[in-house]
């Protein structure tokens, strides 16, 4: 019996599917944008920020004169915390900046140049919290709050809230005992009951400070935000803290 050869071809192997690449190891690509456009937007992005922390959160205060010296010096900068009465009711020995009723005299001027690139600057530096102070916004001390009795002077010439004295070492230039009651210069002053939702606000340096003495308790609603920090000069840089005297009323 014959046998025959059979010729066996060899399997061919079929090539192997190259894979996919996994979405996850595929670099992204950021959408190209021209520097052109990506500059100006950050800055829009940035001084939209600026403007809404301004607005509802802090703000950098100049202190324009010489009322509260010598805590506060003028030119200094202070960081202002706004919804002040949102989070917590004002408290006496805070420092605050509060907006003027009607009878309330300017302690400074706005410098009228007239120039529109300078009024421009100013602009854009009162949108973005480091421009002047409008000239009805002050800065003072809280001495009493509502409910409160607030009345000068003891036998040692002393501030009293409540009948309680106040040890005030951080007062400059005291105004003079001599004077009648009734003006901004004079030490001494009546009996005041101050009305709920009003504050009693002093300046520290008395001998040159317009305040409650003269116009009266400022309504709570008038108050701007609390003056937590000095931030400019870098060498008067710290914290603006409630005296020690306001411990005895807590």
């Not at 192997?13 to 190259?18: D, F, T, V, Y």
């Given at each position: 019996m014959q046998l025959r050869r059979v010729k066996v071809r060899p399997k061919r192997?079929?090539?192997?599917?190259?894979p996919k690449p996994s979405r996850l190891s595929t670099p992204y690509q950021r959408p190209?944008?021209?520097l052109w456009v990506e500059i100006p937007l950050l800055l829009l992005v940035a001084f939209c920020a600026a403007v809404l922390v301004r607005t509802f959160l802090l703000q950098a205060f100049h202190i324009p004169?010489?009322?509260?010296e010598e805590t506060l010096q003028i030119g200094d900068r202070v960081l202002v915390v706004?919804?002040?009465?949102?989070?917590?009711?004002?408290?006496?020995?805070?420092?605050?900046v509060f907006r003027g009723t009607d009878q309330w005299d300017p302690e400074w001027r706005h410098a009228?140049?007239?120039n529109f690139v300078g009024d421009l600057g100013r602009g854009v530096a009162d949108l973005v919290g480091f421009g002047q102070p409008d000239e009805k916004d002050f800065i003072k001390r809280i001495i009493a709050v509502g409910g409160d009795t607030v009345e000068c002077c003891d036998p040692e010439g002393r501030v009293m809230v409540n009948?309680?004295?106040l040890e005030e070492d951080y007062v400059y230039d005291d105004a003079?005992?001599?004077?009648?009651?009734?003006?901004?210069?004079?030490r001494r002053f009546d009996p005041v009951e101050v009305p709920e939702g009003h504050l009693f606000m002093l300046g520290d340096h008395r001998g040159d400070s317009q305040d409650s003495r003269c116009q009266g308790p400022v309504p709570i609603d008038n108050v701007i935000g609390r003056a937590v920090h000095v931030v400019w000069p870098a060498d008067r840089t710290?914290?603006?803290e409630i005296p020690d005297t306001f411990e005895q009323f807590k």
């Open positions: 192997e079929r090539p192997k599917p190259k190209y944008m021209s004169s010489g009322s509260m706004k919804l002040t009465d949102q989070l917590r009711p004002p408290q006496r020995g805070e420092v605050v009228q140049d007239g009948g309680v004295p003079p005992l001599d004077l009648e009651p009734g003006t901004c210069h004079a710290g914290p603006l």
